[in-house]
């Protein structure tokens, strides 16, 4: 097999290199946070305009209208791994819902949300997991009560990240208490800042309030903003989940972080070594080497399947689990490697990556859980992927 590329995409890898190392100044450094900061933005807008993120999306919704090409798409990958630049902006508007309104979404979102939405200028959370409807989603019972043109909205969501930055929320409702648990529930986009809307911060195991709980007292929210149809609300909430598997194990990102620990492991020292040097530690990163690999290679099997409009399947089914494992065993080899200092966080003028690394292993052990434990990966790769009998549910009394 002759895995050379050819002249012309040899030429787009060229281009695309140097391309970022020409632009590398226009890129928001460390101390450029917060999700709207000027040059967050700014930065998105210049990778659009280059066709180096919203790459096959249409321009008329703010993307860069190219066909899609499998190559292309790992080639800016690859590159952006190795410049060390900061990639595109995602989350949860412009990963998750951006392809679930390009797919059904009405003329009328599309045109309002997308490319405001690609350009970082609004923000979305997620309302989706509540108390007792976590793992169990269809469960929720968050209302919405019709009232003419507008539903009245009350309940709770939990686990909600970015609520307190948001602008916007899609929505988890139950407007049919009578149907059966996964009929009667309705997708529904709606402000954050409508009066009724509370938003109380959860501080997590990093020290930081990465997520938040939300409540509804009587939010009226008007009835255009429901996406497909109401009451058909779990197809949408599906496609979404789906989005957000491939979103939490992304390929792309792994590469960019493994890539980091590699360089991480060239430039530390240990009794006259290169932590690289070290034959055990050495092993270990070869073998996270090799996932990543398998990693990649799997995300263009799903990327092909996307391309011919067919199921990826058990390929599309293993993608957060793999992921998110595989991104909690990275930053668990950068602090094993570099010792007493890998478990510094916070403040210190012993830090390594101000103590990213130890962040990233608490943040990554939180979305083993979030997003789908993965117990229930699991159980979603054996009975979808491979056919397995369902789990047997405790009989009540």
């Known amino acids: ?96 819902l951006v392809p679930t309104l390009l797919e059904l979404g009405t003329p009328e979102q599309k045109a309002a949300y997308i490319e405001r939405t690609l350009k970082g200028e609004l923000i979305w959370c997620q309302g989706y997991s509540e108390p007792g409807a976590g793992s169990d989603l269809a469960a929720l019972r968050t209302s919405a009560v019709e009232d003419g043109d507008d539903f009245v909205i009350n309940g709770q969501k939990i686990w909600t990240s970015t609520a307190r930055q948001a602008d916007m929320i899609f929505c988890l409702v139950r407007t049919d208490p009578e149907a059966k648990k996964h009929h009667g529930i309705t997708y529904i986009l709606f402000p954050m800042d409508i009066p009724g809307i509370e938003v109380r911060p959860l501080v997590d195991m990093t020290g930081a309030a990465n997520f938040n709980e939300v409540f509804f007292t009587d939010v009226r929210v008007p009835k255009s903003g429901v996406v497909f149809e109401v009451n058909k609300g779990w197809q949408v909430a599906n496609a979404t989940l789906t989005h957000e598997r491939g979103m939490l194990g992304d390929p792309n990102a792994t590469k960019a972080r493994f890539v980091e620990l590699v360089e991480l492991m060239k430039s530390e020292i240990f009794n006259g070594e290169r932590l690289i040097d070290n034959p055990v530690l050495r092993d270990r990163l070869m073998a996270l080497q090799a996932e990543v690999y398998a990693m990649q290679a799997n995300g263009l099997r799903i990327m092909t399947s996307r391309l011919k409009r067919e199921s990826a399947g058990i390929a599309g089914l293993i993608v957060k689990l793999q992921g998110c494992e595989l991104n909690h065993q990275i930053a668990g080899l950068a602090i094993d490697a570099l010792g007493e200092l890998g478990v510094l966080y916070e403040e210190g003028e012993h830090l390594r990556a101000g103590g990213s690394w130890q962040w990233r292993y608490m943040y990554d052990l939180g979305l083993i859980i979030g997003g789908g434990t993965a117990q229930i990966q699991k159980n979603i790769i054996s009975e979808r992927g491979l056919g397995m009998p369902r789990e047997p549910k405790l009989v009540r009394g």
């Open 1 to 96: 097999m002759d895995l050379t590329l050819s002249p012309e995409y040899a030429e787009f890898r060229d281009h695309v290199a140097e391309t970022l190392k020409t632009n590398a100044h226009l890129a928001p450094g460390p101390n450029d946070k917060g999700l709207k900061h000027p040059k967050r933005l700014a930065w998105q807008a210049f990778l659009i305009k280059e066709g180096l993120t919203a790459r096959t999306i249409p321009t008329e919704y703010g993307g860069y209208g190219a066909e899609p090409d499998i190559l292309k798409s790992r080639i800016i990958a690859e590159e952006f791994a190795r410049s060390g630049l900061p990639r595109p902006l995602a989350g949860q508007g412009i990963s998750m």
